[in-house]
Each structure stands twice: as structure tokens, then as C-alpha cells.
């Protein structure tokens, strides 16, 4: 087998084995690669976010592989927590519990967090509370291309900029992540199975004359029927948090990774929404990648990059 084929065999090895093993942990914070493993304070440590599903570590695989000079941690909701119908009612309250229990981890020293998709808005605001309330320096906060929903934007939809940006992307998607994307054959057809499954979930509830439980848009854009029930909670519980959410201005530094390509229907503006958040936000564009791919080969290379000097300049 050729080694690069290999190498991303047991890299999705990997992930899959530490999203079953981290659905079942009660540590909030676990280590992601080898050198986290083996506990090398020498070394910057890097701590993640989780996404919606509210496991940390499984989509930061592919990056924390490719830095290996780097220890990866992974934030993530506990089981235990996540079965708590108070747990993560407000982004607030979830970046109180992990600020906490960063502060615990690391008794000093300056921290450098990031996060992808709704990590990224969590990792926000818990650098706001490891500055303001735990008086702790956060020397890098990294979004992989996500940002806050309550954030003006630059374009309006109804701007004849934005409608000319929209139509220029169309190609692109069509490209990476629409009809013709030969390495993801089916993709458009499981999409919109997908919605329609979830969709009309929603619809029998209302026929059923049940009260949609809070948070339920999450299923508009993903099935989380897979998840154990409590995630499934959590999960609606986060998402309902997050579209609540209203955030500080952030005097610190961030760095912004944007997908280059955005979805047919909308212009996701991550870097102009973070600029209005943090003056002191840098931006990179990664050609070519999607939401869903830029934390994925091959595009994930040029994230390592990138943020592997950023680390190397910034230090521990």
C-alpha cells in the first residue's frame, strides 16, 4: 500500500477510535497526539474546541497529526454533563466550565485555543473568561472558518456585491463540494436525503401535536439520530445557545482560517464578522476548501502550515 494511502487509513482509523473512546470519557480536556500523550512541557500546547456534537478531538486528527511539534489537546463535553438538561443552556455557562477547567490543566503560562465550527465561537468566549475573570493571558485564539451569528456583516444579502460574490462561488462549489465533486460521489443525493429525513422528522412532530424540543433547527442541516440520546439534547440545547449568543468586543489576537468556498445559497462572511469581534484579526483563505474539508486532506496541510509558524512565533 502507498504511504500516503496509509497514512490516511490509519489517521480515519484514528479518528473513528477517538470519537467512540471520547463519547465514553469523563475528562474534559483529552490529549490528541502523541507528544500531548507523552507529556512534553517543553513543547506549546494548542487546546480545541469541540464542534456541535460536543466530542472533542476527532476533528482535529488530520492538523495535530501533520504538527507534531505541537501538543494537541481536545475540549470536550463530558458524558455526565451532557445527560445535565442545565448543561450548556448558554455559551456563557460552557465557557465558565472550561475556562475552569483550563485554569486546572495548566497553572501558568499563556494559553493558545481554537476551535471549528460552533468550537470556534465557544473558544471566543472562553478566552474572554480566562482574561477578564481568571486574569490569564491568551496569546492566540484560532477560528476554523466559524464565527458568532450576532455579528454585522459587511455585505447585506440584497447587496449587488454580495449577489455577484454568490453567483462567482457557484462554480467553485460546484467544483469541491457540489454535483461534480468526483472524491465525494453521492454527496448531493445524501444532502438532500439527509434534509428531507430531517425535515420531515419535524413535520411529524407537528402533526403529532408535539412541541418541537429547543434547539431542533440542528436537524434542518444534520441527522443527529446517530448520537445517544443525551447528545442529541445537547446538541439542540448548543445549537439554541449559540444562535442566542451575543458577543463582547475581544482585545486579543486571532487568526482566522476561511474556507475559500462558501455554499450555494448564502455568503458565510467568517473573516469580516471576526474583524468587527477582534481589531486585531488576521485572516488566511484557504483555496479550494470548504466548511466541511478544510480541516480535511488535502486542504489541512496548508492550515499546518500556516499555524505552525504562527506557533512558533507566538511561543508557549
Not at 485555543?113 to 486574569?135: D, F, K
Not at 412541541?211 to 439520530?225: C, N, R
Not at 488566511?284 to 466548511?291: E, N, P, Q
Request: charged share 20%; with cysteine.
Amino acid at each position: 500500500m502507498p504511504k500516503q494511502a496509509a497514512g490516511r487509513e490509519s489517521e480515519a482509523a484514528l479518528t473513528a477510535l477517538f470519537a467512540r473512546v471520547s463519547r465514553q470519557a469523563e475528562h474534559a480536556i483529552l490529549p490528541i497526539n502523541d507528544c500531548a500523550v507523552a507529556g512534553d512541557d517543553r513543547l506549546p500546547a494548542f487546546y480545541c474546541v469541540h464542534a456541535l456534537s460536543g466530542t472533542g478531538g476527532s476533528d482535529f486528527v488530520p492538523l495535530a497529526r501533520l504538527m507534531p511539534d505541537v501538543r494537541f489537546f481536545g475540549i470536550q463535553a463530558p458524558a455526565r454533563k451532557m445527560a445535565d438538561t442545565a448543561f450548556a443552556l448558554n455559551v456563557a455557562s460552557l465557557a465558565d466550565f472550561y475556562a475552569d477547567m483550563l485554569v486546572n490543566a495548566q497553572e501558568e503560562g499563556a494559553f493558545m485555543l481554537g476551535g471549528w465550527s460552533a468550537g470556534a465561537v465557544i473558544a471566543l468566549e472562553v478566552a474572554q473568561r480566562l482574561r477578564t475573570l481568571h486574569r490569564r493571558e491568551v496569546s492566540l485564539l484560532v477560528s476554523f472558518d466559524a464565527a458568532p451569528e450576532n455579528v454585522a456583516t459587511a455585505l447585506r444579502p440584497w447587496h449587488p456585491r454580495y449577489l455577484w460574490a454568490l453567483a462567482r462561488n457557484l462554480p467553485q462549489w460546484a467544483r469541491h463540494d457540489g454535483i461534480f465533486n468526483r472524491n465525494s460521489p453521492g454527496y448531493l443525493p445524501r444532502s438532500i436525503s439527509q434534509k428531507t429525513l430531517s425535515l420531515g422528522r419535524a413535520l411529524l412532530l407537528r402533526a403529532r401535536g408535539e412541541k418541537l424540543p429547543e434547539g431542533h433547527a440542528v436537524e434542518g442541516f444534520m441527522d443527529i439520530a446517530r448520537f445517544p440520546l443525551p447528545q442529541q439534547m445537547f446538541m439542540r440545547r448548543l445549537y439554541g445557545a449559540l444562535l442566542r449568543y451575543q458577543p463582547s468586543l475581544y482585545p486579543g489576537r486571532v487568526v482566522v482560517y476561511e474556507a475559500a468556498v462558501n455554499p450555494p445559497h448564502r455568503l458565510r462572511q467568517v473573516g469580516n464578522i471576526w474583524r468587527n469581534v477582534a481589531a486585531a484579526t488576521q485572516v488566511v483563505r484557504i483555496t479550494g476548501a470548504t466548511h466541511l474539508t478544510i480541516m480535511r486532506e488535502p486542504h489541512v496541510h496548508a492550515v499546518a502550515r500556516d499555524l505552525s509558524r504562527r506557533i512558533a512565533l507566538v511561543g508557549g
